[in-house]
């Protein structure tokens, strides 16, 4: 009874009076105004009036008293009532139907903003945030649209909008692709180009070969996690990004990772080489050097003596050289003896050997001549001390 009162009471407020007419077109002018006033909220696409205004039209016709309803215009006006709600639903669904192609094409607008800017600037994750969002309210607005895919105008609208999201949505999937791809490759990336750097610049040969160890590893790590992230099917190869190792799509970033792996690889093998070269120089050096500074002839016979050992351990170490990993044929190292490559010193250590086991027997004479003097002077000096 409340409800039936109260709707009755919204009808009488939206039915305008018209006691200026007579009796019998009082009634007809009146429901003829409210259709007039629904069709203009219509127009305004003010729903919401309409929908009061065509709920209080029906109500009144129902209750249109006999006079009302022996005008002759009252069965047009029950005819205009009953086509009164296909007229809102229709209105309604177009509103919305321009209210969604207005919202699409706003969020399509965004969604191009950051794609551009995507493929300006990379991945960077505030930009793939962006997209992403606009991507799933696309989505929604997508699911929303459904329901209106029979009307001509968004069957069409709904070809762009399921085209760019596509695209977008793909963009999306490749950018956090190539994020995932960044942060597993950069870290360990930039590090092996900054060591093998350091392995090639002047230095310590040990801190050097260990550089070049460690660049070997990080280009290592570089070609596995390329050829992981090759498999996801994600993967874009030929989405090209900015690397350590310069712009480069994954395919190039493999290829050069294995390319500059081998060869800090090999790096490492000659400095290791060069290493061990180096010390064996370092070795003959000490023993010529205390051979050179030994002053007494015995001192002269054991210098020389271990000099023979040392000068015989080096062409045992350099016997092979030319077969080892990293052997540079180039390379050279100075010495007490001169400037040698492995080979030539190889055979400078023969050559200074053989000279020395040549002069050892006269240094055997030397050394027994010298004792026999030291003694000689020794016996002179225990005469003299004797009392005559």
């Known amino acids: 009874m409340l409800v039936a009162a109260l709707a009755a009471a919204c009808s009488s407020a939206l039915r305008k009076s018209r006691t200026d007419l007579p009796a019998e077109e009082r009634g007809a002018a009146e429901l003829t105004r409210m259709i007039l006033d629904y069709k203009a909220a219509l127009g305004q696409r003010d729903f919401d009036l309409a929908e009061r205004l065509l709920g209080a039209i029906g ?30 639903e229709a209105a309604r669904r177009r509103a919305a139907i321009d209210r969604l192609i207005a919202d699409t094409q706003g969020d399509l607008e965004k969604g191009r903003v950051w794609a551009k800017n995507l493929a300006e600037k990379g991945p960077v994750p505030r930009l793939l945030d962006g997209l992403g969002q606009v991507n799933a309210h696309l989505a929604f607005l997508q699911q929303e649209g459904q329901a209106f895919r029979d009307d001509p105008r968004y069957a069409e609208f709904a070809k762009t909008l399921d085209a760019e999201l596509a695209a977008q949505e793909k963009l999306q999937r490749e950018y956090g692709w190539l994020a995932r791809l960044h942060a597993a490759i950069a870290p360990a990336l930039e590090q092996a180009v900054a060591e093998d750097q350091a392995s090639q610049n002047p230095g310590e040969l040990a801190s050097r070969q260990a550089a070049a160890e460690r660049a070997a590893a990080g280009f290592a790590t570089c070609t596995e996690q390329a050829a992981v992230f090759a498999a996801d099917p994600a993967a874009s190869p030929t989405l090209a990004w900015l690397t350590a190792l310069g712009a480069a799509t994954l395919p190039e970033l493999q290829l050069n990772c294995e390319f500059r792996r081998a060869a800090a690889a090999e790096r490492a093998k000659q400095l290791a080489w060069q290493t061990r070269l180096a010390a064996v120089a370092a070795d003959v050096d000490v023993a010529v050097r205390a051979l050179r500074d030994a002053g007494s002839p015995p001192a002269r016979l054991t210098a020389t003596a271990k000099a023979i050992d040392v000068l015989l351990l080096c062409q045992r170490q350099l016997a092979n050289t030319e077969r080892e990993a990293g052997y540079d044929a180039s390379a050279a190292v100075a010495t007490l003896l001169g400037r040698f490559s492995a080979t030539e010193l190889r055979r400078a250590c023969g050559d200074e050997s053989d000279r020395l086991a040549a002069e050892n027997p006269t240094r055997h004479w030397q050394s027994a001549f010298d004792a026999l003097k030291r003694r000689a002077r020794e016996a002179r000096a225990a005469l003299r001390a004797v009392p005559t």
């Not at 109500?59 to 009164?84: G, L, M, N, W």
Request: avoid cysteine; charge should be positive; charged fraction near 35%.
């Open 59 to 88: 109500r009144e016709v129902k209750r249109a008293d006999p006079v009302t309803q022996s005008h002759p215009d009252f069965e047009e006006i029950q005819r205009a009532a009953a086509k009164a709600r296909p007229a809102l």
